[in-house]
Structure formats: structure tokens, C-alpha cells
């Protein structure tokens, strides 16, 4: 197995643990936080697609799905187009609402862009350096391993809460 179909079938199980954890909620379960500070189901999502986006498209040098494809003015969150939700207060995730369809239908199209790029790395491309704020450089490898880390952390977390909401 080559390192693009490891991280293909990587994504591609985030994938489903975000549709397992959206799928068939009305939109006040998304919103609901199981407490005044905890995230909503919509935040989550939202939040861990727009890493995604974010950095994906960094690391390859194209435009994020969230402007090129207009997702951005379909939210009309009250953030700026930049936002992806890092130090977000409580009152920011509550503001974070949308359907099930909305938060699925950008997750989709950034986990397509996604696949598009991972699809076609070779072993060597992982060695790139794409961020050199940090010590050591990081490198392609390590941001994808990141952002997976993070989608997967953000994905088990929506899904505990839609456990929390539909037992409640």
C-alpha cells in the first residue's frame, strides 16, 4: 500500500464518522450543547471541515472550498470569511447553526477537493515543507497526519454528542 491510499482511506473514514454523526438530526439537535460552554454537533462539523479546508488548500496552494465555492455566503455566519473556528467563545458557537444537509454538503465537497490532491501524492511529495513557522519545518506528511489527527478528534466528539442529545 502506497502512503496516498493510506491517507485516502484515512479521510475517507472521517467521512463517515461525520455522516454518522449528522445524518437524519434536525437542525436544534446540531445546535444543542450539552452544556452552556460544550460544542454543538454544527460547531464541530463546521469547525473541523474548515481545518480541513483551511489547510489543505494551504498546503497545496489553491483556494479554500469555503470562498472558491461560495459555502461561505450559504452559512452567512456572523464571523470573518476566515474564521474556522480556533478560540471560538461559547457565544460564537452557539452562533454556528445549520442543517444537516448545509453542514454535510460542505464537508462533501471539501473531503472531494481533498481526495483530488491526496490522490495524487507520491511518497517523496510528503517530505515538502509547507510551514516553516514552526521547529522543526512542517512538512506535507505531518499536516495531513495533523489534520486528520484533528478531524478524527472533532468527528468522535459530534458523535458523542448526538449520543448525548438523542438519549436526552
Known amino acids: ?3 496516498a491510499e493510506l491517507l485516502l482511506d484515512a479521510f475517507g473514514r472521517i467521512q463517515e464518522a461525520v455522516h454518522e454523526a449528522v445524518e437524519g438530526l434536525s437542525d436544534d439537535a446540531l445546535a444543542e450543547r450539552i452544556d452552556p460552554d460544550a460544542n454543538s454537533i454544527a460547531w464541530l462539523v463546521w469547525h473541523l471541515t474548515r ?3 483551511d489547510h489543505v488548500a494551504d498546503a497545496f496552494g489553491t483556494e479554500q472550498v469555503w ?3 461560495g459555502w461561505s455566503g450559504r452559512f452567512g455566519l456572523p464571523f470573518p470569511e476566515n474564521a474556522t473556528g480556533f478560540g471560538h467563545s461559547g457565544k460564537q458557537v452557539a452562533a ?4 444537516a444537509g448545509l453542514l454535510l454538503g460542505y464537508y462533501d465537497a471539501v473531503h472531494a477537493r481533498t481526495l483530488d490532491h491526496v ?7 510528503l517530505d515538502r515543507v509547507v510551514d516553516t513557522r514552526w521547529t ?3 512538512t506535507l506528511g505531518v499536516r495531513l497526519i495533523s ?3 484533528e ?3 472533532h468527528a468522535g466528539q459530534a458523535a458523542y454528542v448526538r449520543g448525548v442529545v438523542e438519549r436526552a
Do not use: E
Request: glycine share 4%; hydrophobic share 40%; aromatic share 0%.
Open 1 to 3: 500500500m502506497k502512503s
Open 51 to 53: 481545518i480541513q479546508d
Open 67 to 69: 470562498t472558491s465555492d
Open 96 to 99: 454556528v447553526r445549520a442543517p
Open 119 to 125: 490522490g495524487a501524492l507520491t511518497d517523496a511529495d
Open 136 to 138: 522543526p519545518h512542517v
Open 147 to 149: 489534520v486528520i489527527a
Open 151 to 153: 478531524d478524527n478528534q
